[in-house]
């Protein structure tokens, strides 16, 4: 009898060798589930990331259909709709006014810094603490940084914190984007209109440019100044897609940058197209 339930006992239970293959094949399968999941979670913070440049896209057709122009700046002019009873600074480039507690707006005095600079020109549509969350690629960060946060200090700059980029396309007429050198001619640098769009599904207005929710093997590489990965987009007409920089149609020269970036150089500007 004794011997009967010591072999039972015995039966019950794990040899080493078995115990081995069992953490064996758990470590298997984790290996095999981790991606997935991982693969899971980036699809899901890309949806999000999709929903916010959709949501300021649609902020900026508000804007352009109640203004007759889309967001545009003329050099040191404080875009309308902000609150600037507060104090307000200079500072090369740019004009910073303190707005809300623990926030900033800024007005732009450099055309090709509107690509981040937008939020200010916007401000009348909706207030920002409604929305700013919309401006930051998930996973970047929680807060909207303070105001006191930022100087001139080059590691520490608002326009590392806002994700969304605007094109440059939308803030020079189409002319200045035929790929012929206008030198330093500012009369090409004037607000485009909805009228001006000759292809507003396949013009690119606004995308996420930090793709911050893609990191360790997953995160893209810069090719021509844009991350070779497929990035949240929103086009003149409303609707978002996520696509490839790299499939999109040639740049051509900013002839007062130098530079040749796909999406900010459209050939034709928002006269051309994209996609």
């Not at 758990?26 to 949806?47: E, N, Y």
């Not at 309308?80 to 800024?106: H, K, N, S």
Request: no cysteine; glycine share 10%; charged share 20%.
């Amino acid at each position: 009898m004794n011997t009967t339930n010591h072999n039972q006992h015995h039966l019950a239970g794990f040899t080493l060798i078995e115990l081995l293959v069992s953490i064996g094949i758990i470590g298997v399968l984790i290996g095999l589930l981790l991606p997935a999941m991982a693969g899971a979670r980036g699809s899901a913070l890309q949806t999000i990331a999709l929903s916010n440049v959709r949501s300021v896209g649609t902020q900026f057709i508000q804007f352009a259909d109640a203004n007759g122009k889309y967001p545009h700046q003329g050099l040191g002019e404080i875009p309308d709709g902000l609150f600037t009873e507060g104090e307000y600074e200079p500072r090369g480039d740019e004009v910073i006014i303190e707005w809300y507690p623990g926030g900033m707006v800024i007005a732009s005095t450099d055309y090709f810094s509107h690509s981040w600079m937008w939020p200010a020109m916007v401000a009348d549509i909706e207030e920002w603490p409604t929305y700013w969350e919309t401006w930051i690629s998930p996973r970047k960060g929680e807060e909207l940084p303070e105001l006191h946060e930022f100087g001139f200090d080059p590691d520490n700059n608002i326009q590392d914190v806002i994700s969304i980029k605007y094109s440059s396309s939308f803030v020079a007429r189409p002319g200045y984007w035929n790929g012929q050198n206008h030198g330093s001619d500012l009369s090409m640098l004037k607000s485009t209109r909805p009228h001006d769009v000759q292809f507003a599904s396949g013009k690119v207005m606004l995308w996420d440019d930090d793709l911050s929710y893609m990191v360790g093997k997953n995160e893209p590489e810069r090719i021509d100044g844009l991350l070779e990965a497929k990035t949240p987009m929103a086009f003149a007409d409303g609707h978002a897609d996520a696509l490839l920089p790299s499939d999109a149609s040639e740049g051509v020269i900013n002839s007062m940058t130098g530079e040749t970036v796909k999406l900010h150089g459209t050939k034709d500007g928002v006269a051309g197209r994209d996609y």
